[in-house]
């Protein structure tokens, strides 16, 4: 009998984390779009999450076949109001150890950049690149440089960053 009960935990257990997984990257009813980006045949998702406490802030998670995925919260401390706080999202496959992921959160007014590990899926904690909101927040990889772009609202005039040390830090560049 012990035995049964055993089994039947454990297919509870196999069965919530399916669903669980399921319920992670489902599209309906949320405020903000999922960002789906596959590269060297590893498949990840970013999307909006709300917690607990109600605040909504970004995640990610590698898409797996198997049990539920390692869900990593990228940024801290969003809001509670219920709507889309990022609607600019990039994310570009950091060499062979993880992920460069930037965003502008309309909560916090600000451009954000931080590095996923992509083996222990774990994350640094986000860098805030400019204290004001901006539109088409891009990462690209030109010649070994991490490059990072974004356009501020209300200004016609498009920023850009570059890296030497795949994101652990940012110089302005003259050539826009």
């Known amino acids: 009998m012990i035995r049964f009960i055993y089994i039947l935990v454990f297919l509870y257990v196999l069965l ?8 992670a990257f489902s599209e309906q009813d949320r ?5 789906y980006t596959e590269e060297f045949g590893q498949k990840v998702a970013i999307w909006q999450q709300q917690f607990e ?5 970004l995640v990610m998670a590698p898409v797996i076949n198997d049990g539920s995925p390692p869900v990593i919260r990228l940024s801290f401390a969003g809001s509670k109001e219920a709507k889309c706080h990022f609607p600019e999202v990039s994310v570009l496959k950091g060499g062979d150890w993880g992920w ?3 965003w502008a959160s309309t909560a916090k007014q600000a451009v954000y950049y ?9 994350s640094s904690l986000p ?10 927040v891009l990462l690209s990889e030109k010649s070994g440089q991490l ?11 498009l920023e850009v960053l570059i890296s030497d ?5 940012f110089i302005v560049s003259d050539q826009k």
Not at 31 to 35: A, E, I, N
Not at 128 to 133: C, Y
């Open 16 to 23: 919530a984390n399916a669903s669980l997984q399921a319920e």
């Open 31 to 35: 405020l903000c779009g999922v960002l």
């Open 53 to 57: 406490d109600g605040v909504f802030d």
């Open 100 to 102: 460069h992921v930037a």
């Open 114 to 122: 931080a590095r996923v590990d992509g083996d222990a899926w774990v």
């Open 127 to 136: 860098k805030k690149i400019t204290p004001q909101l901006a539109d088409q």
């Open 147 to 157: 490059i990072l772009s974004y356009q501020l609202l209300n200004q016609s005039k």
């Open 165 to 169: 040390d795949e994101g652990r830090n």
